[in-house]
């Protein structure tokens, strides 16, 4: 009788699980879901509560371009616009609007070094573009942020003068793609710090 008891038990879990998963089938096909909801865990360790912040408001106005490269100054800007508004944290708004940040810039300077070189021709160059970038507090006009960026992109050179032109201008143009990502990364880390806010709120230092 004992033997016959163990092997009725052993039978018994797989049948209950044949069950169940009848049941949840016939659920799921009755359109039942099941839903999980609720805040789940942060990467970071940010909490629930700091990551449903409002974001910074910010106004990004066009840079002053001070290179010798024409016409990089309305590009430049709107590849910071396009990456502050993906990563960096804030909420890029039209200079018409009212704001909580404000970024100006300058293009310091663009430069075209060789990489390599035979003894009759340049091989390969890089362009080398470096950006200032400032953001102040709307309200107090007071600078909180501030930081320099270089970005650079190498490119081949060919026989073809109009072709290596337009190699150039692409190099630029990813140069220029580089900076306006470091800026909107290294802006969203002084943002989960909390440096922006703490220097806005710092008072000022008073000279004698």
């Not at 970071?44 to 449903?52: D, F, P, R, Y």
Request: hydrophobic share 40%; glycine share 8%.
């Amino acid at each position: 009788m004992l033997g016959s008891r163990t092997r009725h038990v052993g039978l018994r879990t797989p049948l209950l699980a044949i069950g169940c998963l009848t049941v949840m089938t016939l659920l799921t096909a009755c359109g039942y879901q099941f839903r999980v909801e609720g805040a789940g865990p942060t990467i970071g360790g940010a909490s629930a509560t700091a990551s449903q912040e409002t974001p910074p408001r910010l106004i990004i106005r066009t840079l002053v371009n001070g290179s010798f490269e024409p016409n990089l100054e309305t590009r430049y800007t709107n590849y910071l616009r396009e990456e502050f508004s993906a990563g960096s944290g804030a909420q890029v708004v039209s200079d018409s609007e009212a704001a909580d940040l404000v970024l100006t810039g300058q293009i310091l300077s663009v430069i075209v070094p060789t990489l390599s070189f035979s003894s009759t021709a340049t091989l390969e160059s890089r362009t080398e573009v470096v950006v200032l970038a400032r953001v102040e507090d709307a309200r107090s006009r007071k600078v909180v942020w501030s930081q320099v960026v270089k970005g650079s992109s190498e490119f081949f050179i060919t026989p073809d003068l109009q072709f290596n032109r337009a190699l150039q201008n692409r190099a630029v143009e990813q140069a220029g793609r580089f900076v306006a990502a470091d800026l909107a990364a290294r802006f969203l880390l002084q943002l989960e710090m909390g440096a922006l806010t703490k220097h806005a709120s710092a008072p000022a230092s008073v000279s004698h």
